[in-house]
C-alpha cells in the first residue's frame, strides 16, 4: 500500500508538515517535525532510487484519474536522482536549522519559519517528480513563494529588499514559463509531458510551439540563475539565514536545471531544442561567460558568502555547460555536477554557517586568524573549497572529469580552456579565505571564539564526508547520471 | 490572417508590457507591485483567451448550449490566480516591512541610504 | 606495499596524538622512518628478481582504478626517499629544536602524510593514481612551505600553491583526460600506450603538455615555485624540496616518457627535441642566475632547477642509456642536494648565516658540515669519486649517442658552471679567514651526523652503484 504510493507520499508528507507546523508552538515542536518529516521523505526517496534502479520508470496517478486526463507522477532515473539530493541535503540542513535557525530567527516565528521551509520542499520535491507541465508551475510557485518568505526572514534589513528583488524576477520567471505552458496546451491540447514529447516531435516549425520554448527556455533558466538571469541571486543567497543559503543553493538552482533539462530533452525532444533552434549555442555562450564572470565577481568579493553566491553562479555555468554539450558524456557531466555541485555547496555554506553562528559576521576581515579557534569548521571549509577546486578524491575531480573529457571527445578546446580557468579561479577565492583564516594573526576580539557545537558540526561534516566518498566511491553518482543521460538521449531521439 | 479577430491576445501582449514597464522602471514599490499584478493578469487573459471556442457558451452544464467553451484553462487560471494572490500577498507583507525597516518604499532612496537600526 | 602507504599515514596520526610530548613525538617520527624504509627495502629484492607486483584499492570511475603498482624506477625512487627521510628525520629534530621552531607537531606530521604521498607517485599503478598522489603532495607540502606563518612565508607559499596547482590542474589533468579520451587507459605500460593511438601531432601537443604541466619538475618559465618554497625550515627545502617533491616532478616526466608514449613512439618527434632545447636552455639560465644569487639556499634552488632539467634532458634523448642516466641522476642528486640543504641548514643554526657572502672562514669552525658540504658540490658537479660523475656519464654516453651535439655543449658549459658557483664558496670556507666576531662551533650532534652521512652516501654510492644501476637497467628491459 505504501510502496504503491511512494510518489505522492513523497510529496504529501512534507504538505501535511507544513501545515500542521504552525500548530506546534513555540517550543522545539516544529524543528522535530520538519525532522521527522526531512528524514521521512529521505528513506522514501531512496526507497523510490532504488526501485527505479530495478524496475525503470514508474508511472503513478493521482487521485486515481488516469493519465492524461489526471495529473500524472513520473519517476524515472534523472528525477530520482534529483528528488534523492533534494531530500538528503534537506534533510541534513534540518538537523542543522535547529541550533542555526534558533540564534538567527526570533522565537515567535520560528514556527512559521518551518512551516515555509517544508512548504518549499514540497514544491521542490513536487516539480522534480510531476509529469504534469501546468502542475510543474504551480509546484515552482509554491517552492519560490515559500522561499521569499525563508529569504525575508534573514536577519539583516537588506533581507527585505533582497527577497523583494527576488520575488519579482522570480514572478516574472514563473509567469513566463506559465505562458510558454500556455502556448505549448494552445498547440497540442495536452499538459502530459509524455503526451506533450509525442505530439510535439512533428512541430518543430510551428511557430507557437517555438515561442513556448522561448517562453520556457527563459522562465528556466531565470529560476535556475544561468547567466545573464543572476541578478536575484548573490543578494538573496547573502542576506537568507544561515541555512536558507545552503538548501537554496543546494536544492533550488538543482531543480532548476532538471526543469531544464525535462523541457529541452524530454518535452522538446533533440530535434526541435538543438537541431532546429540552436539552444546549445545559445547556452554554452551563457554557461561560459557565467563560469568566468562569476568566478572573477566571487574573487572581487569581501563577503565570504556572497563570494560562495557567485561561485554559485559559476558553477551552474558548469551545469549548463555540460547540458549544453548535448552527448552522453557532457550531460553525464551536467547531471553528476548537479548532484556534487548540491554536495559541495551546502558543505560550505552549512561550515560558513558555523563561522557566522560564532562571530554574526562573514565577513573575510572578520575571519581573520579564527581557523586556531574553530579548526573543524575551517577543515571543512577547506575540504569544500578543495572540492570546489576540483581536486582529486573530491566530488569536484569527479566534474571537472568528466567535463572536460566531454569537450575533449568533442574537440572543443575553448570550452575545455574555460573549464580549466574556472578551475583555476576557484583556487583563487578559495585560498583567500583559507589564508585569512590561517594565516592572518587573529583579532583581539577573536581571542574568545570557541568552535561551533557539535549540533552544527556534525551536519557539516556529513556532507564533507560526503564529499570525500563519492569522490572515491562513484557508482551511485556516476553510474545513475550516465543511465540517466543515456535514457534522456534515446528519449529524445538519439543524438542529433 | 485574422489580425483583429485575435484582439484579446494584442490586448494581452500590450498589458504585460504595460505591467513589465511599471515593474522595472517605477522607483516606488508598490507600484513595482501593481506592475507585476498586470504582468500576471495579462497571461490569465491569455489562458482564458486559448480556452475561447466560436459560439461557446460558459463550460456549465445548461440545456440550451450547443458547444461549451474549454473549461481546462479556465480551471488551470483559477490556480494560477490563487498563486497570484499568494505572491501579491508576500509582495505587500514584503514592502510594509521594508517600509518599517527603512522608511522608504522607493527603491532610489532606500538604496543610496544604509538602512535604519532593525528594532 | 599498502603498508608502505600506510606506515607514514599512521605515522601522522601518531604524531598528532603524541604532540604532548616532543621526545615522544620524536621517536615516533624515527621509528616511522626506519619502517617505512624497511617496508620499502624488503620489497626490492622482488622487484629487481623481475616481480612487478599490483594491488587495486579502488574504483573511482568506471575502468579506471586507484591502484599501486611496483616497477623499478618507482622502486628507486621510493628506496632514495625513504632512506633519506631517516637522515633527514634526524636531522629535523636536531633542527627544529637547535631553532626552537614552533608547532614542530603540525610539522612532523605534514612531513609524514607528504613522504605518504611520495610514496604514492613512486608506486602508483596508472597515471590517475599519480596525478593523485602528486596533489596530495602540493596540498600537503603547502603547510610546510608556509610553515614560519611570516608575510613572507605566505606570499611564497602563494607563489607555491598557485604555480603548482594551476600547472597541474590546468595542463597535466587535461593531458591525462586527453590520453584517457584517446587510448581508454591510463596504466603504466612497458612500451606505451599511445603508440599507435595519437598522430605525432597530437602526440607532441601532450608531451608538452605533460613536460609543463608537472610544474613540479621546475621546467622554465614554470621554476618560480621553487625558490618561493625556500622560505621554508630548512628540513623541508633539504628533503622536499631538493627530494621527494621536485624528485617526483622529474620521475613523473621520466615515468610519462618511458610507460605512456614509449621510447620507439616519440622518437622522431619533434616536439621531444623542443623539449630537450627547452630543458636544455633552463640548465644554462638557472645556473647563470644561481650564480647571481647570495642567499644560500637561494642558491641552491637554482642548482636544483638546473639538475631538474638534467632528468628532463635526459629522458627526453629517449635511447636506452639516456634512460638510465635520468633515473641514476634521480638518485645521485638527491644525495648531494640534500647534503647541500642540511649543510646550509646547519650554517644557519650554528651561526645564522644565511648569505654566500658571510661564509669566509667558516670551514675551520665547522669542518665537519664544511666537509661534507665540499662533496655535495663535488656530486653537483659530476667529479668522481662521487655517485654524481656516474649519472653524468651515462646521460653524456647518451648525447653522443643520440647525436645530440647542443646537449653535449650544455653539459659542459653547465660543468663549468656548477664549478663556478659551488667551488668559490668552499674555497673560501676554508682558505679564507673568518672574521674575528665569530665565535661560533659546529652545530648540534643530529645535524652534523646527518649531514656527514648524506655525503658519505653520496661518495659510497660511486663505489658502489651496483643497486640503483640494475633497476636503472631494468626500466629499459635489462639490455645492458
Request: net charge positive; hydrophobic share 55%; proline share 4%.
Given at each position: ?7 505522492a ?44 534502479l530495478?524496475?525503470?520508470t ?46 538567527e ?29 501546468f ?34 524576477l ?31 516531435g ?113 558553477q ?20 553528476l ?6 554536495l ?43 572540492s ?28 575545455a580552456?574555460?573549464?580549466?580557468v ?43 564526508l ?27 531521439g538519439?543524438?542529433? | ?12 501582449v ?88 527603512h ?17 | ?228 618554497a ?54 644554462v ?92 658540490a ?5 667529479v ?49 679567514s ?47
Amino acid at each position: 500500500m505504501i510502496g504503491d504510493n511512494l510518489p505522492a507520499l513523497i510529496v504529501v508528507i512534507p504538505l501535511l508538515g507544513a501545515v500542521i507546523a504552525p500548530l506546534l508552538g513555540r517550543g522545539q515542536g516544529p524543528w522535530w517535525l520538519a525532522t521527522v518529516v526531512c528524514s521521512t521523505v529521505l528513506a522514501l526517496s531512496g526507497l523510490l532510487l532504488t526501485r527505479v534502479l530495478a524496475h525503470g520508470t514508474l508511472s503513478y496517478a493521482l487521485g486515481g484519474w488516469v493519465p492524461p486526463i489526471g495529473i500524472e507522477y513520473r519517476v524515472d532515473r534523472l528525477n530520482a536522482l534529483v528528488l534523492l539530493i533534494v531530500a538528503a541535503i534537506s534533510a541534513v540542513v534540518t538537523l542543522y536549522a535547529r541550533l542555526s535557525v534558533a540564534k538567527e530567527i526570533a522565537p515567535e516565528r520560528l514556527r512559521f519559519f518551518y512551516s515555509a521551509y517544508l512548504m518549499c520542499i514540497t514544491g521542490l520535491l513536487g516539480i522534480t517528480i510531476t509529469g504534469d507541465a501546468f502542475n510543474l508551475y504551480v509546484l515552482l510557485e509554491i517552492s519560490s513563494i515559500s522561499t521569499y518568505i525563508l529569504v525575508a526572514l534573514g536577519r539583516q534589513p537588506q533581507a527585505l529588499r533582497a527577497s523583494f528583488n527576488y520575488l519579482v524576477l522570480g514572478t516574472i520567471g514563473a509567469t513566463f514559463l506559465l505562458i510558454g505552458i500556455g502556448y505549448l496546451y494552445l498547440a497540442t491540447g495536452t499538459l502530459n509531458m509524455t503526451d506533450l514529447a509525442v505530439r510535439l516531435g512533428e512541430m518543430s516549425h510551428n511557430r507557437t510551439v517555438r515561442s513556448a520554448f522561448a517562453f520556457i527556455i527563459v522562465g528556466a533558466s531565470l529560476k535556475l540563475a544561468l547567466f545573464p538571469l543572476h541578478a536575484w541571486l548573490p543578494n538573496a543567497y547573502t542576506y537568507a539565514p544561515s541555512a536558507v543559503t545552503a538548501l537554496l543553493a543546494a536544492t533550488a538552482t538543482k531543480v532548476g536545471a532538471y526543469i531544464l533539462l525535462r523541457f529541452l530533452f524530454t518535452i522538446f525532444g533533440l530535434e526541435l531544442s538543438f537541431a532546429t533552434l540552436r539552444a546549445d549555442v545559445v547556452i554554452l555562450l551563457a554557461a561560459s561567460v557565467a563560469v568566468i564572470v562569476g568566478s572573477l565577481a566571487a574573487i572581487r568579493q569581501d563577503d565570504v558568502k556572497r563570494m560562495l553566491a557567485y561561485s554559485s553562479i559559476a558553477q551552474i555555468g558548469y551545469i549548463a555547460l555540460g547540458i549544453a554539450l548535448v552527448s552522453v558524456t557532457g550531460l553525464s557531466a551536467g547531471i553528476l555536477h548537479l548532484f556534487n555541485h548540491a554536495l559541495m555547496k551546502a558543505a560550505l555554506f552549512l561550515a560558513l554557517g558555523c563561522v557566522a553562528y560564532r562571530i554574526n559576521s562573514t565577513n573575510i576581515r572578520d575571519l581573520h586568524g579564527l581557523a586556531r579557534r574553530m579548526p573543524w569548521t575551517f577543515a571543512a571549509f577547506t575540504a569544500g573549497g578543495l572540492s570546489l577546486i576540483g581536486v582529486p578524491l573530491t566530488t569536484g575531480f569527479i566534474s571537472k572529469w568528466y567535463l572536460l573529457r566531454a569537450t575533449i571527445e568533442r574537440g572543443w578546446w575553448p570550452l575545455a580552456i574555460i573549464i580549466i580557468v574556472g578551475s583555476l579561479l576557484a583556487v583563487v577565492y578559495v585560498w583567500r579565505v583559507v589564508e585569512a583564516a590561517y594565516f592572518h594573526p587573529p583579532a583581539e576580539s577573536a581571542k574568545a571564539i570557541h568552535e561551533a557545537p557539535a549540533g552544527l558540526l556534525l551536519p557539516t561534516w556529513a556532507l564533507v564526508l560526503a564529499n570525500v566518498y563519492f569522490g572515491i566511491d562513484t557508482q551511485l553518482s556516476v553510474g545513475t547520471a550516465t543511465a540517466a543521460a543515456r535514457a534522456l538521449l534515446a528519449a529524445a531521439g538519439g543524438t542529433p | 490572417m485574422d489580425w483583429i479577430g485575435h484582439y484579446n491576445y494584442w490586448i494581452y501582449v500590450v498589458l504585460m508590457m504595460i505591467g513589465f514597464y511599471a515593474v522595472i522602471a517605477k522607483p516606488n514599490l508598490v507600484k513595482k507591485v501593481i506592475g507585476l499584478g498586470l504582468f500576471q493578469t495579462a497571461a490569465f487573459l491569455f489562458y482564458i483567451s486559448i480556452g475561447m471556442v466560436d459560439d461557446g457558451t460558459a463550460p456549465i452544464v445548461w440545456g440550451h448550449a450547443v458547444r461549451y467553451s474549454n473549461p481546462l484553462p479556465h480551471v488551470l487560471i483559477l490556480t494560477a490566480i490563487v498563486v497570484s494572490v499568494s505572491t501579491m500577498a508576500v509582495a505587500l507583507a514584503l514592502v510594509v516591512a521594508i517600509h518599517r525597516a527603512h522608511g522608504s518604499i522607493e527603491s532610489n532612496l532606500i538604496d543610496g541610504s544604509p538602512p535604519k537600526k532593525h528594532e | 606495499m599498502i603498508a608502505a602507504l600506510a606506515v607514514p599515514l599512521v605515522g601522522a596520526l601518531l604524531i598528532v596524538l603524541a604532540g604532548r610530548k616532543p621526545n615522544l613525538r620524536d621517536a615516533v617520527t624515527l621509528i616511522t622512518a626506519t619502517t617505512l624504509f624497511l617496508c620499502v627495502a624488503s620489497l626490492t629484492p622482488d622487484v629487481l628478481a623481475g616481480a612487478r607486483p599490483r594491488v587495486a584499492l579502488a574504483q573511482i570511475l568506471p575502468g579506471m582504478s586507484v591502484a599501486l603498482a611496483i616497477e623499478p624506477l618507482g622502486m628507486l625512487f621510493a628506496l632514495v626517499a625513504s632512506f633519506l627521510w631517516i637522515v633527514n628525520s634526524v636531522y629535523s629534530i636536531g633542527y627544529m629544536r637547535g631553532n626552537r621552531e614552533s608547532k614542530q607537531t603540525r610539522f612532523y606530521a605534514y612531513f609524514s602524510i607528504a613522504l605518504a604521498a611520495t610514496i604514492g607517485v613512486a608506486f602508483a599503478g596508472d597515471l590517475l593514481t599519480l596525478f593523485l598522489s602528486y596533489e596530495v603532495l602540493t596540498l600537503s607540502t603547502y603547510p610546510l612551505v608556509t610553515h614560519k606563518g611570516t608575510p613572507e612565508a605566505i606570499r611564497g607559499g602563494r607563489v607555491y600553491l598557485g604555480l603548482l596547482l594551476s600547472t597541474s590542474v590546468g595542463l597535466f589533468f587535461v593531458a591525462i583526460v586527453w590520453t584517457w579520451q584517446l587510448t581508454g587507459t591510463l596504466n603504466f605500460t612497458t612500451g606505451g600506450i599511445l603508440s599507435g593511438r595519437a598522430s605525432p601531432l597530437v602526440a607532441g601537443i601532450l608531451l608538452v603538455l605533460f613536460c609543463f604541466g608537472i610544474g613540479k619538475a621546475a621546467l622554465m618559465p614554470l621554476h618560480r615555485w621553487l625558490p618561493a618554497a625556500m622560505v621554508a625550515p630548512t628540513p623541508v627545502s633539504a628533503l622536499l624540496h631538493a627530494v621527494a617533491v621536485v624528485k617526483a616532478g622529474v620521475f613523473t616526466v621520466l615515468k610519462v616518457v618511458v610507460y605512456i608514449f614509449g621510447l620507439e613512439f616519440l622518437q622522431g618527434n619533434g616536439a621531444a627535441d623542443v623539449m630537450v632545447y627547452v630543458a636544455g636552455a633552463t640548465i644554462v639560465i638557472a645556473s647563470v642566475i644561481a650564480l647571481r644569487q647570495d642567499n644560500l639556499k637561494r642558491r641552491l634552488a637554482y642548482s636544483t632547477v638546473a639538475q631538474l632539467s638534467y632528468v628532463i634532458m635526459a629522458s627526453l634523448l629517449l635511447v636506452p642509456w639516456s634512460v638510465v642516466g635520468a633515473a641514476l641522476h634521480i638518485a645521485a642528486h638527491a644525495f648531494g642536494k640534500i647534503t647541500l640543504f642540511f649543510a646550509a641548514g646547519s650554517i644557519y643554526t650554528a651561526s645564522r648565516k644565511t648569505n654566500v657572502s658571510q661564509l669566509a672562514g667558516i670551514g675551520r669552525r665547522m669542518p665537519w658540515t664544511m666537509g661534507a658540504f665540499a662533496i655535495g658540490a663535488l656530486t653537483m658537479i659530476g667529479v668522481p669519486p662521487t655517485v654524481g660523475f656516474i649519472s653524468k656519464w651515462y646521460i653524456l654516453l647518451a648525447a653522443m649517442d643520440s647525436a645530440h651535439s647542443l646537449v653535449v655543449v650544455v653539459l659542459i658549459v653547465s660543468t663549468l658552471l656548477n664549478a663556478a658557483y659551488y667551488l668559490p664558496i668552499v674555497y673560501g670556507a676554508f682558505f679564507q679567514s673568518a672574521p674575528r666576531t665569530d665565535l661560533h662551533g659546529e652545530a648540534p650532534l643530529p645535524i652534523v651526523a646527518a649531514t656527514v652521512a648524506c655525503a658519505a652516501g653520496a661518495v659510497l654510492l660511486f663505489w658502489l652503484p651496483g643497486l640503483p644501476l640494475a633497476l636503472s637497467w631494468d626500466i629499459v628491459g635489462g639490455a645492458r
